[in-house]
């Protein structure tokens, strides 16, 4: 490894000095922001950008660049005065100026969606981190699959004390630590401060030596000397372990007042503290303004990466035809030719052979038929492997030092995991597919809502979605998922009612490219309620009739493991003169993006609407009004045979038959 290169002709000082007067001017003038990590991270960023970091400005999304994540999001000025002084284009002096206003990209927070160069968005602490084991998976294992002349680069991450607070932080580092991830190099912005004051008042933990007990190399600098940063640099990268720099900073550096306090982090400097922090650092040049040599100096650390840009793309260029096709789909997340005609395919096999399965089962037997052709595909469980049924017979695990498999073990760490789909998913090459307990979402939230947000295409395998999986009870029983997950935009939540469903709604989910989907799938076996072959995807826009009527009196929704009772309760009806059809809704929020013309001809004109889910009522009333009848729970389950817990709480096609024909009589029918 060649030794670091200081910038010709303009010392260290001056360059960290643009980042802190960008940083400062930027808050000061939206009257809103958080100067102190600017400030205080600053030479840590101006080392790793004009010395280390494999960057092109030219093309800040070419594959094989290093990544670096701002974890601690809220010190985004930082981030996007870096984006302008290493010359991507789409950050102007006039963007920077527009900080943290509307439709600019400068927003409060970091958001990939909308800023080109931001890896992944955060803000909320600890998901840049834990997004960050994603991408450093996702480089060791393309670095398998295509070699090292294709994949080999670092992921680089500044976290701050309240990443390494929240829980999923340690996810992540046990994770990345068992895994032996010695490209993900994370500096640990120590400033010894918190919003509430010094974080003596919380927190006493040692953080390098517990990111040593989960078996990362680690080691405390001072943050404020280039030399000591660029050394610990060196020695992380040379390391056969992920490394944590524990960099010790003054939250904002140079501040008369403020620095070294809270007042530094979450508020504008003001006029006197502005004036004397930029006099501490030596800088003179006006509000946003960069003199014309220090900002030549960082427009060519932002071109350090082109002559390694251009070698990549030669040998890109020099792969063999179908590898080359192949990578350029993969990192484009367009799906195989081969997928639509595999589930086609499953489809015709199933109608002509139902099987009456649970449909977790229903989801294995697809991702069969999907990674047959579909190689990108990473699946994985967090420690439910037998349960969720996620690995294919043909599934190799990935492990510490073998990154030729595409299953993961991540452990009982849901909200990790989900995390690190994100990152394997934004990396580029791979999609994602991640399983738990439904339940168990509530620890994964804040992971599923940062993907929704910033669109990505990652698919969660969630199983046991009711009352359904009987004797373990209400703690593992979600009765207010369905709705909680259907609330959170842009996520696609699919209920699929039998194993020819399953498979469509996987269809969907891999069809995405704008947002997440997760598929709800249930313990308990379900019959085939598809027993004739249907041309395209009857799942396509979130519902469809499954059972016609003439002169319906009444019709029933469903989804999932409640479309059988459904036609069950239908029958019933139909023995007593009352005619009923049958709505399968395999994706209620997805039927409610339809346009108005195409939710009312499927909800149709029957004077009697009835839902039936094994969940709460919530979301329900949009489909069948608030005077609509629904059958489902109104609380919490209970521990019990599944069959018993159906007829205790009411869950049963009598049921349905008996609210519609009384509502029917009372109708005057």
Known sequence: MSKPEETAGIAHSKLAGAVRALSMDGVEKAKSGHPGLPLGAADIVTVLYTRFLKYDAA???????????????????????????????????????????????????????????????????????????????????LAAEY????????????????????????????????????????FHDDNHISIDGPL?????????????????????????DPEAIAAAILRAQESDRPSLIACRTTIGYGAPKKAGTSKAHGEPLGAEDLAGAKAAIGWTAPPFEVPDDILS??????????????????????????????FA??????LPEALEPAIASLKERLVANPESVATRKASEIALEAITAVMPELVLGSADLTPSNNTKTKAAIEVTPGNFAGHYI????????????????????????????????TDYARPAIRIAALSGVPVVYIMTHDSIGLGEDGPTHQPVEHLAALRAIPNLHVFRPADVVETAECWQLALERTDGPSLLALTRQNLRQVRTAAVAGNSCAIGAYEL????????????????VEIALDGAKLLGERGIAARVVSVPSLDLFLEQPDEVRRSLIGTAPIRIAVEAAVRFGW?????????????????????????????????????????????????
Request: aromatic content about 8%.
């Open 59 to 141: 093309d800040p999304d070419w594959p094989d660049r290093d990544r670096f994540v701002l974890s601690a999001g809220h010190g985004s000025m930082l981030l996007y005065s870096l984006l302008y002084l290493t010359g991507v284009e789409d950050m102007t002096i006039d963007e920077l100026k527009r900080f943290r206003q509307l439709d600019s990209k400068t927003p409060g927070h970091p958001e990939h969606f909308m800023t080109r160069g931001i890896e992944t968005t955060t803000g909320p602490l600890g998901q840049g981190l834990a997004t960050s084991v994603g991408m450093a998976i996702a480089e060791r294992m």
């Open 547 to 562: 059972l016609p009527a003439e002169n319906a009196v009444a019709t029933i929704f469903a989804s999932g493991s409640e």
């Open 409 to 440: 073990h991540y452990g009982i760490r849901e909200h990790g995991m989900c995390a690190a789909m994100n990152g394997i998913t934004l990396h580029g090459g791979y999609r994602t597919g991640g399983a738990t307990f439904m339940v168990f």
């Open 297 to 326: 100096a960082w427009r060519d650390a932002g071109r350090r990466g082109a002559a390694e840009r251009e070698g990549w793309l030669k040998r890109a260029d020099a792969m063999e035809p179908h590898a080359k096709s192949e």
């Open 621 to 669: 009333d949009a489909v069948i009004g608030d005077e609509g009848l629904f059958v489902g729970m109104k609380g919490f389950g209970a521990s019990a045979p599944y069959k018993d817990l159906y007829r205790h709480f009411g869950i049963t096609a009598e049921a349905v038959a008996d609210r519609v024909a009384r509502s029917h009589n009372q109708r005057g029918g």
């Open 200 to 224: 003596s008042l919380a927190d006493s933990v040692d953080q390098p030596k517990r990111f040593e007990s989960a078996g990362w190399r680690a080691e405390r600098i001072d943050g404020h």
């Open 329 to 334: 789909r993969r990192m484009a997340w367009k």
């Open 147 to 186: 070699g090292p002349e294709i994949c080999d680069h670092h992921t680089y991450v500044l976290c701050s004390d309240g990443d390494l607070m929240e829980g999923v932080s340690q996810e992540a580092i046990a994770l990345a630590g068992h895994l032996k991830l010695s490209r993900l190099i994370v």
